[in-house]
C-alpha cells in the first residue's frame, strides 16, 4: 500500500512551498472544517482559490469563488487541490484537476477521505498524494504550532 503523504521532511518542504490552493468544497460558514483550514492557509500566505457551486461568483476569504476547478484560469497556478468533498467524488474531481490545473503538483484528501484508486492515479500522473489528513494541522503539527493547544510536538521553538 502506498503511504498516505510524504515522509516529513518532504511535507515540511512541501508546504514551505506552496503557492496557490484550491479548495474543493470551500464552505462560507466560518465554524466548518473548510472554512478555517482555508483561512488558516490563506494566513500563512498561501493564495486561496474556493471551489464550491453554491458560492460562485461571490467573495470567500478574500477571493471571488468559481463553481468548479475548470473555471480557475490555467494562469493562476494553482499547485495544490484540497478536496474537501465525498470519497465517491474523488476521481471525478482529479479528473477535473488533471484537466484543467497545468501547474497541479499535489493531490490533498482532507481527514476522513481516501481513495486509493484516484490516489494511484494521481501518483502516476508525477503528483504529490496525501490522504486522510489536513495541510492545517500537518502545518501546525511539523512547524511547532499546535503546543498552543496544549500538545507536545516535540519541536523545539523559541517562538511564541
Known amino acids: 500500500m502506498a503511504p498516505d503523504a510524504p515522509d ?7 508546504l514551505r512551498s506552496i503557492r496557490v490552493v484550491a479548495v474543493v468544497g470551500l464552505s462560507a460558514n466560518p465554524l466548518r472544517p473548510s472554512h478555517f483550514v482555508a483561512r488558516y492557509l490563506a494566513l500563512r500566505g498561501m493564495r486561496v482559490i474556493p ?5 460562485a ?11 468548479r476547478l475548470a ?6 497556478g494553482v499547485d495544490v487541490v484540497d478536496v474537501f468533498r465525498r470519497a465517491e467524488e474523488v476521481p471525478a474531481v482529479l479528473d477535473e484537476a488533471l484537466a484543467h490545473l497545468p501547474a497541479l503538483r499535489v493531490f490533498w484528501m482532507q481527514i476522513g477521505i481516501r481513495h486509493p484508486e484516484a490516489a ?3 501518483r502516476a500522473r508525477g503528483l504529490t498524494v496525501v490522504q486522510d489528513r489536513c495541510p492545517k494541522q500537518e502545518w501546525q503539527r511539523l512547524f511547532g ?9 516535540g519541536v523545539v521553538s523559541s517562538r511564541l
Open 145 to 153: 504550532e499546535l503546543r498552543m493547544g496544549g500538545f507536545n510536538t
Open 71 to 76: 473555471d480557475i484560469p490555467a494562469e493562476a
Open 51 to 55: 471551489v464550491n457551486p453554491g458560492l
Open 120 to 122: 494511484a492515479r494521481a
Open 8 to 14: 516529513d521532511d518532504a511535507l515540511r518542504a512541501l
Open 57 to 67: 461568483g461571490q467573495e470567500v476569504l478574500g477571493a471571488r469563488a468559481v463553481a
